[in-house]
């Protein structure tokens, strides 16, 4: 028991981890920069499945709260929370819970995947990837709008999706693209380790009832 506790926490640590070293991968694109990190924390997710997806998200979010650079481009702490992209942070673990559990638990029959499989885990993908935009958007248009960011001509949700959503949409698919078959790929592999001795345990508990 103690053993399967230290590596589920050893896999969430280290999935959080992964999405650290993504703050260094950015690309400045005006107020808003393409990043990685958004389709780490989603791909995290879907690979943990179910209520453990959105926890490495949690970490990573904890961690830079308390003043480590793990935040896009080396950044940390409560000011970029409060600043214009501060809205995607909570929307990364929102995402990631999302896919999670739309994904569900992976299990080490899904090394050949099935259809409802690869559906499950392409909607996972696909639904978190958007989601995570909704706190973001809604906090970005809330701070150009008070900053007086907004352009004449332009309502705050309009300058919000041209600066915030549309410029973004031609890389989150490429990202979602090469997301689906790591997905598929590694999911086999975290459950050998989480979540095989649950399923020898009921195959066990079938096989005595069937004895009696």
């Known amino acids: 028991m103690k ?3 230290l590596l589920t926490v050893s896999f969430i640590a280290l999935f959080a981890a992964i999405i650290c070293i993504g703050c260094f991968l950015r690309i400045p694109l005006g107020p808003v920069p393409i990043v990685l990190q958004n389709a780490l924390a989603v791909l995290t997710g879907v690979l ?36 214009p992209t501060g809205g995607f942070l909570p929307g ?35 639904v978190g990837m958007i989601i995570l ?5 809604f906090h970005f248009a809330r701070w150009a709008q008070a900053a007086g960011k907004v352009p004449e001509g332009l309502s705050a949700v309009q300058y919000t999706m041209k600066a915030c959503v549309i410029p973004f949409i031609p890389g989150d698919l490429i990202k979602f693209v090469v997301c689906v078959p790591v997905a598929l790929v590694v999911r086999p592999v975290v459950a050998q380790y989480l979540y095989s001795g649950k399923k020898k345990k009921i195959e066990e508990k079938q096989n005595s009832s069937e004895e009696v």
């Open 133 to 137: 935009y909704i706190p973001g958007v």
């Open 3 to 5: 053993n399967k506790v």
């Open 92 to 126: 990364y673990l929102l995402g990631a819970i999302v896919a999670g559990f739309i994904a569900g638990r992976p299990s080490v029959e899904q090394k050949r995947p099935g259809v409802v499989t690869v559906i499950r885990v392409v909607l996972g993908l696909l």
């Open 48 to 83: 943990l499945g179910s209520y453990l997806g959105g926890a490495p998200s949690a970490l990573w979010l904890v961690v830079g709260l308390i003043g480590l650079p793990v935040y896009s481009g080396g950044t940390s702490g409560v000011g970029v929370w409060a600043g």
